[in-house]
């Protein structure tokens, strides 16, 4: 059996990579996931091999059989982070070994196989090298990397399969909610995202399609995201479709929604608890009820509400509307506390402050 953790990546350079002018007017103005850059990772997995011939290739369409395992029961997962420019000019990743372990549990919920963390993030600092060229120097931009996994077994019976294709790719990003200030959310009545015992703390595709049709009802309703609600008893807060949420209150403390199988423990949200309490802000992880948050919006104890993921990063709530409710929080503009962990944060991740939980991995 092969062991690809110790194999050498093989490179093979895009023959006809993005012009110089097609680059220069992407990353002034890159959206999100709108572009791809040139090239993509690609290592194989099967059960009689492991992992193995891990590649670097020009960035290109996938040939697979229409039985192949995916297509047919969604075994698939994927991690999202980002790449940032040093100040320096060189390059740095924000925990990907926490996106490593993430990957690893999403893997051994959707009976997949584990992948080597050096493995992983050596993947991500291939494909960072092979198109360094794309990270954005605009304020705010970054190199967001998409590493996932599937089934690429041929078969139609209903079980594991055996063969599995890991890649990643990369897209030059901006601002995920452009020009939002705040953003307004709709607390989906009839949909939920997950339940106990289910696929809600894994990354895995199927998740995010669920909430698709919450989150075109909530577009429908004029709003930017749509908020879950626990499945038991549509009552507690739980996250929105691709993001954590906190909350803030008159006496400064943070409560968030407690990971418990049902909710993405997002790294986001851990980094950001994590320089709360370190700045001695009080942090409860406790659940939030929907009548709750209204009570307090309207009394005045809930002073701000927030959204915080990868993409994003940290974006205010300034409405939340139901079928038969609506309330603002604070102004609806920009919290301060949320403001301040953002800047925080960002520093870190961007190298223009000090690290001292060790998270940033410097590539070059």
Aim: glycine share 10%; hydrophobic share 40%.
């Amino acid at each position: 059996m092969e062991d690809a953790t110790v194999l050498d990546f093989e490179f093979e350079a895009h023959p006809n990579p993005v012009s110089a002018e097609v680059l220069a007017e992407t990353l002034a103005n890159p959206g999100f996931g709108k572009a791809l850059t040139d090239h993509m990772v690609v290592i194989r997995y099967s059960d009689e091999k492991g992992w193995h011939r891990p590649t670097v290739e020009p960035h290109a369409p996938i040939l697979i059989n229409p039985a192949c395992a995916v297509l047919h029961y969604a075994q698939e997962i994927f991690e999202g982070l980002k790449a940032y420019r040093l100040p320096d000019g060189g390059a740095a990743l924000f925990r990907p070994e926490a996106n490593a372990r993430r990957f690893n549990d999403s893997a051994e919920r959707m009976a997949m196989p584990k992948m080597p963390e050096e493995l992983f993030l050596a993947s991500l600092e291939e494909m960072v090298k092979a198109d360094q060229g794309w990270i954005p120097e605009i304020e705010g931009g970054s190199l967001y990397l998409r590493p996932f996994m599937f089934a690429s077994e041929t078969f139609l019976g209903v079980k594991p399969a055996s063969e599995f294709t890991y890649m990643v790719i990369a897209s030059p990003a901006g601002a995920y909610f452009k020009g939002a200030e705040s953003v307004t959310l709709w607390a989906s009545e009839h949909y939920t995202r997950a339940a106990p015992g289910g696929t809600g703390a894994a990354k895995c595709g199927g998740n995010y399609a669920a909430s698709l049709v919450a989150q075109a009802e909530a577009i429908r309703e004029g709003c930017h995201q749509v908020v879950f609600l626990d499945a038991a008893e549509r009552r507690w807060v739980e996250e929105l479709g691709g993001m954590n949420v906190m909350f803030v209150f008159e006496d400064g403390s943070i409560q968030t929604p407690p990971l418990g199988g049902t909710i993405l423990p997002g790294i986001t949200r851990d980094s950001l608890l994590t320089l709360a309490r370190d700045a001695g802000i009080t942090v409860r992880e406790e659940r939030y009820g929907i009548d709750q948050w209204k009570a307090d919006a309207e009394s005045g104890k809930l002073r701000e509400a927030f959204a915080c993921g990868t993409a994003a990063v940290v974006t205010s709530i300034g409405k939340v509307r139901g079928r038969d409710f609506e309330f603002t929080i604070g102004n609806q503009g920009p919290g301060l506390v949320a403001q301040k962990l953002k800047s925080d944060l960002v520093a870190i991740q961007r190298g223009r402050a000090p690290d001292p939980h060790g998270w940033v991995k410097r590539l070059f």
